[in-house]
């Protein structure tokens, strides 16, 4: 696991890198053919990705190569998705039938100072039991993602938080930097305060992410990385849902609270 430091530096990168949240300037899901906002050609569903139709002056560039006529796209779920890029140094990616258009020079990230958080306390590090779901079996349809689809259930934290015992669903996370990872999406009595509250959070909720020790065993909860998710930065991306029993009535005063801007103001 990172230090906090560089967790912190590697989260603001993040959020204001090419393909970092506050980079989305629009993800148009594309049906039929059609222009997409604000990038060039016409965008149409195809099997495994859209087709694009330009014209060599358009500027439109899939896989390093300029079109002039109809390429295909491939999706984020291809072998080797496609690599678009434009001549204002614009950038698209596709995921089912969704075209996403990345700014890296986007008026939220000419915006964005950084983001709130409380001040680190090394109370917020303790700890839990995690136990799999028996017999290897991946519960479903009790956690959904942004999209709606039910996520894989690895199993339960048993902790307390505050004076509250709790009993935490943990689902699969993509593995980080070669481990893997569990990932608990919660909220807490903070996410139900006004933006301008000092104690506030986020109020659709927060990530822990904990390293996945593959069987039943003691686990750290370090709330003090409590991250937000993208949603946070933008509402070009839609939000999971936590389950019932990760809505935590005591206050997490630790982690991430909400991205800012140079005054402070919550971006949005």
């Known amino acids: 696991m990172?230090?906090?430091a560089e967790h912190i530096a590697d989260r603001d990168r993040w959020a204001r890198g090419p393909r970092g949240p506050l980079a989305?300037?629009?993800?148009?899901?594309?049906?039929?053919?059609?222009p997409v906002w604000p990038v060039p050609g016409r965008w149409a569903?195809?099997?495994?990705?859209?087709?694009?139709?330009?014209?060599?002056?358009?500027?439109?560039?899939?896989?390093?190569?300029?079109?002039?006529?109809?390429?295909?796209?491939?999706?984020?779920?291809?072998?080797?998705?496609?690599?678009?890029?434009?001549?204002?140094?614009?950038?698209?990616?596709?995921?089912?039938?969704?075209?996403?258009?990345?700014?890296?020079?986007?008026?939220?990230?000419?915006?964005?100072?950084?983001?709130?958080?409380f001040d680190h306390d090394a109370t917020w590090v303790t700890s839990g039991r995690y136990e799999p779901v028996r017999d290897g079996l991946e519960a479903r349809g009790s956690v959904l993602d942004a999209a709606g689809v039910p996520l894989p259930v690895a199993g339960h934290v048993t902790t307390t938080v505050g004076?509250?015992?709790?009993?935490?669903?943990?689902?699969?996370?993509?593995?980080?930097?070669?481990?893997?990872?569990?990932?608990?999406?919660?909220?807490?009595?903070?996410?139900?305060?006004?933006?301008?509250?000092?104690?506030?959070t986020y109020s659709m909720g927060r990530f822990l992410y904990l390293d996945d020790p593959g069987g039943p065993a003691e686990v750290v909860l370090d709330w003090n990385r409590a991250v937000l998710p993208p949603c946070a930065f933008s509402y070009l991306f839609a939000c999971p849902v936590p389950p019932a029993e990760n809505r935590i009535p005591a206050a997490i005063a630790a982690g991430e609270r909400h991205p800012v801007d140079a005054s402070g103001a919550v971006l949005h």
């Open 163 to 200: 004076d509250v015992a709790v009993r935490l669903v943990a689902v699969r996370s993509a593995a980080f930097r070669g481990s893997a990872r569990l990932q608990l999406i919660v909220q807490d009595a903070t996410s139900a305060l006004p933006e301008d509250d000092p104690s506030s």
């Open 24 to 34: 989305l300037v629009n993800a148009q899901q594309v049906e039929v053919e059609q």
């Open 2 to 4: 990172t230090g906090l």
């Open 45 to 117: 569903p195809a099997p495994g990705g859209l087709t694009v139709t330009a014209e060599l002056g358009d500027g439109v560039v899939v896989d390093s190569v300029p079109v002039d006529g109809t390429v295909l796209v491939a999706g984020d779920h291809a072998v080797v998705p496609s690599v678009v890029s434009f001549s204002d140094g614009l950038a698209g990616t596709v995921t089912d039938r969704t075209l996403r258009v990345w700014d890296p020079s986007s008026e939220a990230i000419a915006r964005f100072a950084g983001i709130a958080r």
